[in-house]
């Protein structure tokens, strides 16, 4: 789900999952990945790097 923005919203049943439910089972590296992940997908004119080896996107300020 984090990296595909069309299964991104955590759900069980249709319903909702909130991160602070499932914050404390998660390990630090996916919990930081999946918040990157809602920012980059809440972001309506998002920015990547030019460089197509690398083509991450660029968090806004």
Do not use: M, W
């Not at 789900?1 to 991160?19: H, N, P, S, W």
């Not at 920012?39 to 300020?61: D, E, H, M, Q, W």
Request: hydrophobic residues 40%; positive net charge; contains cysteine.
């Amino acid at each position: 789900a984090i990296k595909d923005e069309t299964l991104f919203l955590v759900r069980c049943y249709k319903e909702l999952i909130l991160l602070q439910l499932i914050s404390r089972h998660l390990f630090i590296n996916k919990l930081k990945a999946f918040k990157q992940a809602s920012i980059k997908y809440s972001t309506t004119n998002r920015v990547y790097y030019s460089n197509r080896a690398c083509g991450k996107f660029i968090l806004p300020r």
